[in-house]
């Protein structure tokens, strides 16, 4: 009897496991047969147009958060009119601006073109950083970038030490001082060849140290000082300026392209650095590349916006749920969605209060949003 | 086209330990050769010289007559594959998209017809032209090494190097594996090189053998030559019989309770023969 019941099991086990495995083969290739190279070089074809599709939409998502940002604020424009202001002026670059045009141009666009910049280098920075380091917790300040940049700024504002003097004092400051844990870690990826591992760590240990510094200048601090240090350790849009755009942008978009253009190498790099070496890859020559590329980007946004955290972190995994880890559509996919982010961040600052740091509300809104992403997600993406 | 690789006087050590020194091999026949030994002999850090991913501390590579030393890691690609063990995938893409790495020296920024065809028909090769849409992390370790397999075959090289290409494959795609791998090796002219842990496999299906011992090159041959009781013995500590089966060595174990294992085995390292007798004087007392 007992024997009778279980082979009846066993066998109903197995009707089970044939049909999900038949209906499966179904659902993939949607006719059941043999795979014929074409069948998969159709599918691969379709796969890849459907991620350049998703590409399309995030950047189309992208333009209409542009241009509700804009619109928002004390005197409100509604999408449409902030676009054909925008077209207006494009077209005839000499006119003279009435008060809309005036907001619209001078008063707000440099704040989300700052945002925007920002957001779209951090995130592409940050889904390089990544891949490069085979680590997902990896983002564009591995390296020490945001500590240096805060020491910097630090020193600038507490003891009003600076490189050089005037507006961009600051700026400067952070800048340099962004470079040297950077520079530092490139150096010892010049003569030491470490592993990433051994690059993470010692971004971790010189951030302590810039960390520590910075800490002890702070406390010695006029209090009124050590506010606006604060602040400025959170990030923020509000001292965007459209002589700083030029800057910004190039920095931005130089390095995205860099970046992709070594997006093949950092998938190779990704299956470990000797199997990277055999297919032909100098390993430590690309990862130098994509170091110094990525400490230029980081730094030069940092400097001006301060440290805005959780973009250059969360904007590639983002990207990665819909797009997958293929760093050719990762990195621009990435830098997208770093970008909307940013801008439907800067929204909500708008709305609720247009003085608090932008840094604050990238948390608040990025953070959930990826929990209800990553719960929900049933691929394994990583 | 076969490729003429000599090892010269080969060295490596990894900081103050000695892997081996004063190698000498030539690899400048078409064919399939697997390479035998204990663990940590230093196999794999043999494949590692030739391809330059690991700088050797004495002596050379050369591939055609030049030092590879010498050759650009992108020149070397072309003429070389190597098929990892197992894989460290951090973030994983689709299997199709892993396959296509393998095309990475002979094609530029886009990926051609041409390269998905390839891609394609080695996926095919491998059995895995169902998966070619899944995620990388999403098959099991055996469907892992089939798609690495996969890869370097895409790469289309004179030399292929796999390291334990079947240790996680299933019975049938072990044998598959080695007679599609043999085959390509002769078909196309070119050497196919593997590191290997099964005696009997290796015995079916290569045309030469090396074994690696403490240090050395122990034995270097065709199966026939080189897998005797004796060589079994004095590489990896463990009785065994051989039996000739279709004209090749077939190595039966003697695994049971009561051979018992050397204690003082140690990756194969050459014992004094005086230890020797005495050893073989104290296993007889205990019979």
């Not at chain 1, 999408?79 to 077209?87: A, H, N, P, R």
Request: charged content about 20%; proline content about 4%.
């Amino acid at each position: 009897m007992v024997k009778i019941k279980y082979k009846n099991k066993i066998n109903n086990l197995g009707k089970k496991l044939r049909l999900s495995e038949s209906s499966s083969k179904m659902v993939k290739h949607g006719t059941e047969g043999p795979v014929t190279n074409e069948l998969i070089i159709k599918e691969y074809r379709a796969y890849k147009y459907a991620k350049v599709l998703m590409l399309l939409v995030v950047a189309v998502l992208c333009i209409v958060a542009f241009g509700i940002d804009i619109g928002l604020g004390a005197y409100s424009l509604s999408f449409e009119k902030v676009y054909s202001l925008i077209i207006d002026r494009l077209m005839d670059w000499n006119q003279t601006m009435d008060t809309d045009m005036r907001v619209v141009w001078e008063l707000r666009m440099p704040r989300v073109l700052m945002g925007l910049f920002a957001g779209l280098g951090l995130a592409m920075a940050g889904a390089a950083m990544q891949s490069m380091m085979k680590n997902p917790l990896a983002d564009p300040y591995t390296t020490g970038i945001s500590s240096g940049a805060a020491l910097g700024a630090t020193m600038a504002i507490t003891l009003g030490i600076t490189i050089i003097q005037g507006s961009f004092g600051t700026v400067i400051n952070a800048f340099v001082f962004a470079l040297l844990p950077a520079g530092f870690i490139i150096l010892l990826s010049v003569y030491r060849k470490p592993s990433p591992a051994m690059i993470i760590l010692s971004g971790i240990s010189l951030m302590y140290i810039f960390n520590a510094v910075q800490s002890y200048m702070m406390l010695v601090a006029d209090p009124d000082a050590a506010a606006t240090v604060y602040a400025w350790t959170i990030g923020t849009l509000n001292s965007a300026k459209w002589e700083t755009m030029p800057f910004i942008s190039f920095v931005a978009v130089v390095g995205g392209i860099v970046l992709m253009y070594m997006a093949r190498i950092l998938n190779t790099m990704n299956s470990g650095d000797a199997y990277s070496k055999s297919i032909g890859i100098n390993v430590n020559r690309s990862r130098i590349i994509v170091l110094v590329t990525i400490s230029l980007v980081a730094a030069g946004i940092v400097s001006f916006t301060g440290v805005i955290g959780f973009i250059g972190l969360v904007g590639p995994h983002i990207a990665r749920i819909f797009v997958g880890s293929d760093n050719k559509v990762l990195i621009p996919a990435a830098g997208l969605m770093g970008a909307g982010l940013m801008l439907l961040a800067d929204c909500v600052v708008q709305l609720v209060q247009p003085t608090l740091p932008i840094g604050i509300i990238t948390s608040v809104i990025g953070g959930p949003v990826f929990m209800f992403l990553l719960i929900r997600q049933k691929k394994e993406v990583w | 086209m076969v490729l003429d690789i000599k090892a010269e006087d080969l060295g490596v050590s990894y900081g103050d330990n000695l892997i081996w020194e004063h190698i000498n091999l030539e690899l400048n026949e078409p064919g399939l050769i697997s390479i035998l030994g204990p663990n940590g002999v230093g196999k794999s850090t043999f494949m590692y010289t030739i391809n330059k991913i690991l700088e050797p501390t004495s002596g050379r590579v050369t591939i055609d007559g030049i030092d590879v030393m010498d050759m650009s890691f992108k020149d070397i690609a072309k003429k070389i594959a190597y098929v990892p063990q197992s894989s460290g995938e951090t973030f994983a893409m689709t299997v199709m998209d892993t396959v296509l790495m393998g095309r990475y020296p002979h094609s530029g920024y886009t990926v051609t017809q041409e390269d998905l065809e390839i891609a394609a028909d080695c996926l095919q090769k491998m059995h895995m032209g169902d998966y070619a849409m899944r995620n990388f992390n999403e098959l099991s370790a055996g469907q892992h090494q089939r798609v690495m397999i996969a890869r370097g075959l895409a790469q289309q090289p004179d030399l292929l190097m796999l390291d334990e290409p079947t240790s996680n494959l299933d019975i049938y795609h072990q044998i598959y594996t080695m007679r599609l791998l043999r085959d390509i090796a002769h078909e196309r002219n070119m050497t196919v090189l593997i590191i290997c842990h099964d005696l009997n496999i290796a015995s079916r299906f290569s045309d030469r053998v090396i074994i690696f011992r403490k240090g050395t090159v122990y034995a270097d041959g065709s199966a026939q030559e080189v897998l005797t009781e004796k060589t079994i013995y004095d590489v990896y500590s463990v009785k065994a019989d051989i039996m000739p089966v279709d004209g090749r060595p077939y190595v039966i174990f003697h695994a049971d309770e009561k051979d018992e294992l050397d204690p003082d085995h140690q990756c194969g390292v050459i014992m004094d023969e005086k230890v020797e007798e005495a050893v073989k004087e104290l296993e007889e007392q205990m019979i």
